[in-house]
């Protein structure tokens, strides 16, 4: 036996090494392959798999109503109207089809274009998947007068497909608990469920669908239950997401067609703001990474305003060049197409790669465009002029910008002063925490680990870039030494917003302000920024928010720190002390009130600490919160404010 082969034997490596995962196996094996992670985001996915079913249901012309409940164990129940499963033998399988939907990976009507001609099941991983990772799955099927039932406990079904009497509908109903056995929280959240209902619900118009948590006690504007309904779809969708801000045309946009066999929908609305609001769909799936068919409306978007406002002569005056950019500043849009076979692309799947629709979608885009502004004088002009505005303003931000960039690319020695950087130069492992105020950054930077951790104090609230011109945010010098401190390089003269992170000195950044309203305020603004202008680091996984403690429970040598209010009445009765009594009871309302070594036990040591990683789980819903919270409409604030206030934690 050869030297080699005695190596390899003697690890313990042969076939019997060799692992075959049959059935479902390899989804509870490896679930985070399948569904993503195993924390919320990954449980809410779940729900999001069997409503596609549902959807494409909808999408093929079967299905008026879906159906949401969180009961009040919090298990979920997804009804709809459609067909219902099939239940007859499948003759390759010789069981019922319905057994082998639910328990067979990649098994489904929407593999047959018969069935389905656009599915957004293509992209996800089905229902087998939500079965195999329940502790309990119940299918119940209305077909043909008869009703059908099985069920199913960890994938594996507990008994045959049984016809359980008459119907008199038609349709499916999925009844299942997630596995505690796998995920990390079996909590659902009414709010992540319903604002994906909300989205469908633009997406797919006529199309009813209905949330309803009966662990609610419906109080204070907290609803329980929720319809959503659209009879315009994108239409509604923009204005939905556009609510918050101040509209520079009362139109919206919108086009409905067919292009090379691709269906396309496109809505869009220009205001006043300085941000482009872009979000792309295909088969219902928030491509968040684009693709093909945003590099195709931005082209066809580009190329006809452009024309237009060459041909009217507004650019005659302009001593420089307008790029895709301008034309893009204060536009808010929705792309929806419908790809048979759609295939993707990127880090998290949501890049779309069908090089057909490209061209689909300018044609869709310039077609639209080209009608509105020969039949719209007064509001294309209005449009040019808004465009001529962001080129001056970008053409103005271009020196501001190279002055960030020329500190970012000098040695560690051109860093901002306030910046107290660590030891360590590898990024997977520093962590910059961004401080409210220089007393608590003093502090912080007393506590913390100098190896690999680093502290950024900020005076005061930054700048709302919601409602900022770019050059105003690269002239700003609280944005300036983010920037710096980041090492991030912020575009180039041809494409002024693109991000480039290579090198980015930091994989962790924390956001830590006080635990009272100013404090949540300068958080806001500071989420703000980086959704705005560094997005990415968000999507990377990059953006995380401090939780100092709330309170101090001192009662003689017992002490704890306590995060909540609940956490505080708990303690304090498991002393003995009544509500206060002889308990020492010290709130903090600012970082600065604990000393070095009470902020590194409680906020920034990693072996205790907590921090909240920023995810976005709704990309629209988010841009039209940020407008809402940080832009000029009141209205919708005020209301925003009147139905949580009670929930926030808000000072007295």
Known sequence: MSELQNKVNGNGYSAESIQVLEGLEAVRKRPAMYIGDISERGLHHLVNEV?????????????????????????????????????????????????????????????????????????????????????????????????????????????????????????????????????????FKFEILADRLRELSFLNKMIRLTIKDERIVEENGHQSEEVFYSEEGLKEYVQYVDEGREKLID???CIETEKAGVPVEIAMQ?????????????????????????????????????????????????KFEINGDDFREGLTAIISVKVQEP???????????????????????????????????????????????????????????????????????????????????DPAVCELFLVEG???????????????????????????????????????EEIKNIFTALGVTIGTEEDSK????????????????????????IATL???????????????????????PLYLIKKGKAERYCWSEEEREAYVKELGAGRDGSVHIQRYKGLGEMNAEQLWLTTMNPEFRTLRQVTIDNAAAADRTFSMLMGDEVAPRREFIEKNAKYANIDA
Request: hydrophobic share 35%; aromatic share 6%; net charge neutral.
């Open 51 to 187: 409503i596609d079913n549902s959807i494409d249901e909808a999408l093929a012309g079967y299905c008026q109503n879906i159906d949401l409940l969180i009961d009040k164990n919090g298990w979920i129940t997804v009804k709809d109207d459609g067909r219902g499963i099939p239940v007859d033998m499948h003759e390759k399988e010789g069981r019922s089809a319905l057994e082998v939907v639910m328990t067979v990976l990649h098994a489904g009507g929407k593999f047959n274009k018969e069935s389905y001609k656009v599915s957004g099941g293509l992209h996800g991983v089905g229902v087998s998947c939500v079965n195999a990772l329940s502790e309990y799955m119940r299918a119940e099927i209305h077909r043909d007068g008869k009703k059908y039932e099985q069920e199913y406990r960890r994938g594996a079904p507990v008994n045959p497909v049984r016809e359980v009497g008459d119907s008199d509908i038609t349709g499916t109903i999925i009844h299942f608990r997630p596995d505690p056995e796998i995920f990390t929280t079996t909590e």
């Open 526 to 548: 500071i989420l703000t920024f980086f959704f705005r202008h560094l997005q990415t680091m968000i999507d990377k996984g990059y953006v995380y928010i401090a939780t100092p």
């Open 343 to 425: 295939q993707f692309e990127g880090q998290t799947k949501t890049k779309l790669g069908n090089s057909e629709v490209s061209l689909a979608v300018d044609q869709a885009i310039s077609e639209m465009l080209k009608n509105y502004l020969e039949e719209h004088p007064k509001e294309a002009k209005a449009i040019v002029n808004k465009v001529i505005l962001a080129a001056t303003a970008r053409h103005a931000a271009r020196k501001a910008r190279e002055l960030v960039q020329r500190k970012n690319v000098l040695s560690g020695s051109g860093l901002t002063g306030k910046l107290a950087d660590c030891s360590n130069n």
């Open 251 to 253: 139109d919206v946009i």
């Open 438 to 476: 220089d007393s608590a950054g003093g502090t912080a930077k007393q506590g913390r680990d100098r190896q690999f951790q680093a502290i950024l104090p900020l005076r005061g609230k930054i700048l709302n870039v919601e409602k900022a011109m770019q050059h105003k945010i690269f002239e700003s």
């Open 498 to 521: 693109e991000i480039n992170l290579s090198g980015l000195r930091y994989h962790k950044v924390v956001i830590m302000t006080d635990a009272d309203v100013d404090g949540s305020h």
């Open 270 to 318: 220009y205001n006043t703001t300085f941000n482009e609001h872009l979000h792309s769909y295909v088969n219902n799936i928030n491509t968040i990474e684009g693709g093909t068919h945003l590099v195709g409306f931005r082209r066809g978007l580009t190329r006809t305003l452009k024309r237009y406002a060459e041909e009217s002569g507004m650019l005659a005056k302009l």
